[in-house]
């Protein structure tokens, strides 16, 4: 099968899965699966981008965690929690000097993955236990995407793999 073809049929398949999954089984928000999905891809596939996505999506979600933390500590002021996400970023570049971590983009997914699931979700870094805890669903659902972009990789690479014509 095509390379294209083969992709489209792996990932469209998983695609829906991932969908279905999110919605019925494990609530998680989906956006965040497809976010870490092609966070996947962007550090290289494979078993090394597997690792290197969530290590860096997982840190982008503990600097964000972090930030939010002293974020509700603090004074209630737009000014006060604009400095805190630039100290954020900041530590979201300082970290990226670390081998495992050299792509910035992924950690940037992991903290604004983490910000949009407690906005979605109405939950927050010190209002919320449990399972529902903002962090921890964000980096469920960071770790679900991955996966999904490992198996779709496989995937493509099975249904594209040239077979011997036999006569």
């Not at 090394?48 to 290590?55: D, Y």
Request: proline content about 6%; glycine content about 12%.
């Amino acid at each position: 099968m095509p390379p294209l073809v083969a992709a489209m049929v792996s990932l469209g398949v998983l695609g829906a899965v991932d969908t279905y999954l999110t919605a019925t089984i494990l609530p998680v928000p989906v956006w965040v699966t497809f976010i870490a999905w092609a966070s996947f891809f962007s550090c290289g596939g494979g078993q090394n981008g597997l690792v290197k996505s969530v290590a860096s999506n997982w840190t982008g979600i503990l600097i964000a965690s972090l930030t939010l933390l002293i974020v509700e500590a603090g004074p209630a002021h737009p000014a006060f929690a604009a400095v805190l996400v630039g100290l954020g970023t900041s530590a979201m570049i300082l970290a990226s000097a670390i081998r495992l971590f050299d792509f910035p983009p992924a950690i940037v997914f992991g903290f604004a993955s983490l910000v949009g699931t407690g906005a979605a979700t109405g939950t927050s870094i010190t209002g919320t236990t449990g399972l529902a805890h903002p962090t921890l669903v964000a980096m469920v659902a960071m770790l679900v995407g991955a996966l999904f972009g490992f198996v779709s990789e496989r995937g493509t690479q099975l249904l594209a793999a040239k077979t011997p014509v036999t006569a």
